[in-house]
């Protein structure tokens, strides 16, 4: 059951981690502003304060959630180093994501605090703070790269897991084996596995019997 909660609450802040990647991109966008001898390279992607201020509480909202749910896999996650290294590689995606947020909020909010400085005019020759295309693709290739570091990483973990079962698959089958040979080598071992196994059958019958007794006499008790 624990195991079963460990994989679901996984599942979910990988979904939330994927949607929170896409979101922050489009936020960086939207973070570009319009300026005055701007190249075809740096022109803005969009451009719109009522859908930044939108997305900003969206996505504070997500990171939160996505809080919440690296706290809630730290309480019931199962005990191991494989386990404790997922959390922590979930705990360093959410930090990276928050800065993300936070150098963009701060770059929108410092060309707001100018622009009203300077009269609000968009014409007036002030320099654009945002990212051109180029830097936007390159935070879309950094951002696939750490999503890629992740699979592998959990690739590898899933090997090792693989490997650490057919050891113990191994062992067992050792054990079992020896089990066979000492029983073929000692027939007096089956009969008296045999007896011990018929006496705690009996003895389960016997005090089945003795609990059906006293329960039966109990209700009898109580009824009359």
């Known amino acids: ?4 909660s460990w994989e679901d609450v996984r599942k979910q802040a ?6 929170i990647d896409v979101k922050l991109v489009a936020f960086s966008k939207l973070g570009v502003t319009t300026g005055a001898g ?3 390279e740096s022109m803005p992607l969009i ?7 939108t997305m900003s509480m969206e996505l504070q909202q997500l990171l939160s959630k996505l809080s919440q749910l690296n706290d809630k896999m730290a309480e019931i996650a199962p005990s191991g180093t494989a386990t404790m290294h997922t959390i922590k590689r979930h705990r360093e995606i959410l930090m990276d994501y928050q800065q993300e947020f936070d150098r963009t909020s701060a770059r929108v909010c410092a060309r707001r605090e100018r622009e009203e ?4 005019g968009m014409g007036g020759g002030v320099p654009s703070v945002g990212l051109s295309r180029r830097d936007q693709y390159g935070k879309e290739a950094a951002h696939l790269h750490s999503s890629h570091i992740l699979v592998d990483e959990q690739i590898n973990i899933a090997m090792e ?5 057919t050891s113990q698959r191994q062992t067992f089958k050792r054990m079992q084996t020896r089990f066979n040979d000492i029983a073929n080598r000692f027939p007096m071992l089956n009969s008296l596995i045999y007896r011990i196994n018929a006496r705690k059958r009996r003895d389960s019958l016997i005090v089945g019997v003795v609990v059906a007794v006293c329960t039966f006499l109990l ?3 109580a009824f009359h």
């Open 1 to 4: 059951m624990v195991g079963s």
């Open 14 to 19: 990988r979904i939330l981690e994927n949607d």
């Open 38 to 40: 701007l190249n075809s």
């Open 47 to 53: 451009n719109s304060e009522d859908m930044f201020d």
């Open 117 to 120: 400085l300077l009269g609000g």
């Open 161 to 165: 897991a693989r490997e650490h079962l």
């Open 219 to 221: 209700l009898l008790y």
